[in-house]
């Protein structure tokens, strides 16, 4: 292999390994924003459950839909 080849596949290797990372790093940040956003919907959920409990109503107490 021609020194040219090989000096194209590492330039190569190393695009690939950095566009590798920042992806990684875009993946562990939306992992904690989903996480902070999932508990403070949670958060939300219990306030409003307890300030005005009749409007929060539970899955398991409505029927089934008409179809089953």
Same mark, same amino acid.
Request: glycine fraction near 2%.
């Given at each position: 292999?021609?020194?040219?080849? #090989?000096?194209? =596949?590492?330039? +190569?290797? %190393?695009? *690939? $390994?950095?566009?590798?990372? !920042?992806?990684?790093?875009?993946?562990?940040?939306?992992?904690?924003? #989903?996480?902070? =956003?999932?508990? +403070?919907? %949670?958060? *939300? $959920?219990?306030?409003?459950? !307890?300030?005005?409990?009749?409007?929060?109503?539970?899955?398991?107490?409505?029927?089934?839909?008409?179809?089953?």
């Amino acid at each position: 292999m021609s020194s040219e080849k #090989i000096v194209d =596949l590492e330039t +190569r290797i %190393a695009f *690939l $390994e950095d566009a590798q990372q !920042q992806l990684s790093d875009v993946i562990a940040r939306q992992e904690r924003e #989903i996480g902070n =956003l999932l508990r +403070r919907a %949670a958060d *939300l $959920e219990e306030q409003l459950r !307890q300030a005005v409990p009749s409007l929060v109503a539970d899955a398991s107490d409505e029927p089934p839909p008409p179809h089953y």
